[in-house]
């Protein structure tokens, strides 16, 4: 299985980005999936979750700012980022709920005050 996250970039405080993951292989249509994040000197952490039929979870740091969304037909998953803060500055990846112990090189997302 391959994933591939794209979307990030540097943005200021308040705006917004749009991250998305294309994971290769037949697994992605049964499987939860995740976006995770790891900041500098900080472990990773699950952001966001979404199951197989679209029940969502989310990180108490992100709720009401972040949206997870998938799109089975063409293997992806997106990660909706508003109102977009300083310590979401991470490099953000996309993997299985539970992750496997194979991770892309993620996206960077840095956001500046």
């Known amino acids: 299985v391959q994933l591939v996250e794209s979307g990030g970039g540097l943005v200021q405080a308040g705006g917004s980005l749009r991250l998305s993951c294309a994971a290769s292989?037949?697994?992605?249509?049964?499987?939860?999936m995740g976006w995770y994040r790891q900041a500098p000197g900080k472990q990773r952490e699950l952001v966001a979750g979404?199951?197989?039929?679209?029940?969502?979870n989310y990180a108490d740091s992100v709720k009401g700012r972040f949206t997870i969304s998938r799109e089975n037909g063409k293997d992806t998953v997106y990660l909706q980022m508003n109102s977009l803060k300083p310590e979401d500055t991470a490099v953000y990846y996309c993997?299985?709920?539970?992750?496997?112990?194979?991770w892309g090189q993620g996206t960077q997302v840095t956001v500046s005050s």
């Open positions: 292989g037949s697994t992605f249509r049964i499987n939860a």
């Open positions: 993997n299985f709920r539970p992750p496997i112990n194979d």
């Open positions: 979404i199951t197989i039929l679209g029940s969502t």
